[in-house]
């Protein structure tokens, strides 16, 4: 898709006047903008003055502010007319490790002045903790298992309410593994050069993937079409349990499997991070994110995602 075509189709004039802010302009972030209408005013905000020079490449206008300092969101209130939120919560050294208080941050300044349309939240999948590999749906209860997941719990209820108690349209997506062939560490072909042994098929879980590209076009597909106050699952038809999909990507690069491990052995073996994935599976329903949303993946399954060219 040329850059300056929207996956949205030709917009009205008066969305051609949208400022548009996101707040955790990371990989995912620069893709959006990349898929925006030339006229859409793009802001970002940013504690890192190294980014600074790459948002004015992408023509996105940079706002110096902390979510860790509250006073420096001030400067937010009023400017957007929609808002992506990307930014992921603190890690485990907070007061509370149940809350999100990056969140809370933004939203407060968000109300000082001007409320945008609409808004969308880039949560996790990791919400619905382990389902034993049956297929979740939107509706399904939250069950955090960790406490990254209990705090991206803990700002989608914020974003509920600030919603509700406001009229802003806030959309929220759940997201599993992003990956993409242009994105650093966005192929399983590090971790094959590596050996990292995989759960043998009998205790091993399912997992879930978005390409990247698909994912930036359904943060734009819930700005502007999200339905008040939703979440929607933004997970590929992929159904593959986690060894399969890395003897998957192995086959493809032309790499070594990986070995196959029993779960008591991978307890010795790997990482706590690799080992606490390894003990949820679940296969997401993306049936929103198709029909309410109606987003058509560029790349419906990993097996074609892994092998697409990168964009230039």
């Known amino acids: 898709m040329p850059s300056n075509q929207s996956p949205l189709g030709a917009l009205p004039s008066r969305f051609r006047r949208q400022r548009i802010l ?12 990349r898929q925006l209408p030339p006229r859409v005013r793009v802001l970002a905000l940013t504690s890192s003055p190294e980014k600074v020079p790459a948002f004015r490449r992408h023509d996105i206008t940079p706002l110096a502010g902390d979510l860790d300092q509250p006073a420096t969101l001030r400067r937010l209130a009023g400017l957007a007319t929609r808002v992506i939120h990307l930014a992921p919560p603190l890690g485990d050294n907070l ?28 949560s996790t999948s990791g919400v619905y903790g382990n389902c034993d590999g049956e297929l979740a749906t939107e509706v399904r209860a939250v069950n955090p298992h960790t406490p990254r997941a209990q705090r991206r719990v803990d700002a ?4 509920r309410f600030f919603g509700r108690s406001s009229g802003v349209v806030v959309h929220t997506l759940r997201i599993p593994g992003i990956y993409a062939p242009d994105r650093e560490g966005g192929t399983p072909r590090s971790r094959l050069l590596k050996g990292t042994p995989v759960l043998q098929q009998v205790d091993d879980v399912y997992t879930n993937h978005i390409h990247a590209d698909d994912l930036a076009r359904a943060c734009l597909a819930a ?16 159904e593959l349990k986690m060894g399969d999909y890395f003897d998957l990507a192995a086959d493809l690069y032309g790499l070594p499997r990986p070995p ?9 073996e790997l990482p706590l ?3 606490s994935f390894m003990r949820e599976s679940r296969r997401l329903d993306n049936t929103r994110l198709k029909q309410e949303l109606r987003l058509r993946l560029h790349y419906p399954t990993v097996r074609q995602g892994l092998v697409a060219p990168a964009a230039p």
């Not at 955790?24 to 959006?32: E, M, N």
């Not at 490790?97 to 880039?122: E, F, I, K, N, V």
Request: charged content about 25%; glycine content about 8%; proline content about 6%.
């Open 22 to 33: 996101i707040i955790g302009c990371g990989d995912v972030g620069l893709r959006v903008v």
């Open 95 to 122: 007061p509370d490790w149940r809350r999100d208080p990056r969140t809370q941050a933004l939203l407060r300044a968000l109300r000082l002045r001007g409320l945008p349309q609409s808004m969308m939240y880039g």
């Open 273 to 275: 991070m690799l080992l």
């Open 223 to 238: 700005l502007w079409r999200g339905k008040p106050q939703r979440i929607t699952n933004a997970s590929d038809d992929t």
């Open 156 to 159: 989608e209820q914020q974003l």
């Open 260 to 268: 196959r491990v029993a779960r008591n052995s991978a307890q010795d």
